[in-house]
C-alpha cells in the first residue's frame, strides 16, 4: 500500500537531532544575536539609557550560560557583523570604521576556524535541514520581538 503522507510530507518533519540541546541553542540563536549586536552598538554610539543596554547585556549573557555550545552562540554576531560590515562597505563606500570592524570580526572568525578546525558539536545531527528546523527558528524571532517589545515596555 502506498503511504501518501510520506510521499507528500516526506521527512520534513523528523527531528533533526534527537538531542533537546540542538533544540535549546536553537531557539538561543536569535535573542543573543539581536541583544548583543543592540549592546555592541550601544558601545559605539553612547545614548542616555545606559541602565537599559545593561539589561541586554545581562540578558545577553544569561542567554550564553543557558546554551550548550557556547562557541558557536557566540560566533553567530560576530559572523552577523562581519557579513554585514562587508556588504556595507561595498555597497556605501564611504566609512573606514565599518571596513575596521568587518576586517576585526572577520580575522576572529578565521582564527576560529583555524583553532577549531578539529571541533565537533556535543550533540548527533543529520546534518541536513528540516522544517522543524525552519519553525523553531521563526518561532525564537518572534519570541526575541515580543522579548524585546516587553523590555521597552517596562525597562526604557
Known sequence: ??????????????LSSR??????????VCPFTLFSLMVFDEFFHPTDTRHYWAILAAVAVVLVLLAKEKVLLLLAPVAFIAMRSLWVFIA???DIRVLLAGGICSLI??????????????????GTD?????VVGVLSLIG?????????KHLA
Do not use: C
Open 144 to 152: 526575541t520581538f515580543v522579548l524585546k517589545i516587553w523590555l521597552d
Open 130 to 134: 528540516r522544517m522543524l528546523d525552519l
Open 92 to 94: 556605501v563606500r564611504r
Open 19 to 28: 538531542d533537546w540541546n540542538y533544540y535549546r541553542d536553537l531557539v538561543l
Open 1 to 14: 500500500m502506498v503511504d501518501w503522507k510520506r510521499i507528500i510530507v516526506g521527512d520534513a518533519f523528523e
Open 109 to 126: 572568525l578565521i582564527v576560529a576556524l583555524v583553532l577549531g578546525r578539529n571541533y565537533r558539536p556535543k550533540y548527533q545531527f543529520s
